[in-house]
């Protein structure tokens, strides 16, 4: 997956090809990307190519709503600028994106406890009602009772842990609160900390919105105990304003399924297997513990 990597002939040969206004622009490699590779094309311009066999999807998707989505957004976000559409060189489409400024939150956490209040009015800012046609996720957005057949996968990875008894608590608990009513809402769907980027110590852009889709709020939620620095779950719940105690607790149950796939991905990455990543797996752990002191 993340180790297969295009080289910068070709992308610039895609640049020729479809965008030469571009094509003499600095190109350089930048680390990280799951299933996109991304290389920084000069001062404010991204590249983002598809690697795995779901990327061409999810780069359409961002390619249709988030140009029209960042308009009301409060934080940085890639917006798509150009478009690459599939041709002899590369069979898949392409996007030219608008490059975010800041580190990986995987790479250098949140410290700040004022992130707290910017990531809620980040998502404020997106939980709205979505539009009929907005994009579908069968993994996000949905009623985590549909997902309880997975349960006993996703806890293989704490076997012999300490917390694993709470952990899966607190899943239960979060199974078992009533699910979400209203209006489907958009979601970024994937928030973690490779997904947003970090200026001192503080939330500064929001990356990847190839999960984008409607759903249950609860999903992005769940980012006040995955992003945000210890015991400021609280200031965000109430500068987020609009989460009832049935929401929260379904955030909780998010939270604690996204500890146990960062810690997954990366032991997997500690022990050199593909696909890994090595940053994420204390991320994990920093994550249950926050979710479990909640």
């Not at 009301?72 to 069979?91: A, C, D, I, K, Y």
């Not at 609860?218 to 620095?229: F, H, I, K, M, Q």
């Not at 990455?269 to 990543?277: E, T």
């Amino acid at each position: 997956m993340s180790e297969f990597r295009f080289e910068q002939d070709l992308v610039h040969a895609l640049l020729r090809e479809q965008h030469p206004d571009l094509a003499d622009l600095e190109l350089r490699d930048v680390a990280g990307g799951w299933d996109n590779q991304q290389w920084r094309l000069g001062p404010e311009l991204a590249v983002r190519m598809p690697r795995t066999a779901r990327a061409p999807i999810l780069l359409r998707t961002e390619q249709k709503w988030l140009p029209f989505l960042a308009e009301r957004l409060p934080l940085p976000t890639p917006v798509p600028m150009r478009t690459g559409e599939p041709s002899e060189l590369f069979e898949h489409t392409w996007t030219i994106a608008r490059w975010v400024e800041g580190e990986p939150a995987d790479h250098t956490p949140i410290t700040s406890a004022d992130s707290a209040k910017t990531l809620a009015g980040f998502l404020r800012a997106l939980h709205q009602p979505a539009p009929a046609d907005a994009p579908a996720n069968p993994t996000r957005g949905i009623p985590l009772a549909g997902m309880r057949d997975d349960l006993d996968g996703w806890f293989e990875v704490l076997a012999g842990d300490a917390n694993a008894g709470a952990a899966r608590e607190m899943l239960e608990k979060a199974v078992a609160a009533p699910a979400w009513q209203g209006t489907p809402l958009w979601l970024h769907g994937d928030l973690h900390p490779a997904n947003v980027v970090v200026q001192d110590g503080t939330l500064s852009g929001v990356i990847d919105f190839g999960e984008l889709c409607a759903g249950d709020p609860a999903t992005d939620l769940a980012a006040a105990w995955v992003l945000l620095p210890a015991g400021t779950a609280k200031r965000f719940f109430d500068a987020y304003e609009r989460a009832d105690e049935a929401t929260i607790a379904r955030a909780r149950g998010w939270a604690v399924m996204r500890a146990l796939a960062l810690i997954s991905i990366g032991r997997n990455g500690r022990l050199g297997l593909p696909g890994g990543k090595p940053t994420w797996e204390p991320a994990g752990y920093a994550t249950l513990e926050r979710v479990l002191a909640a």
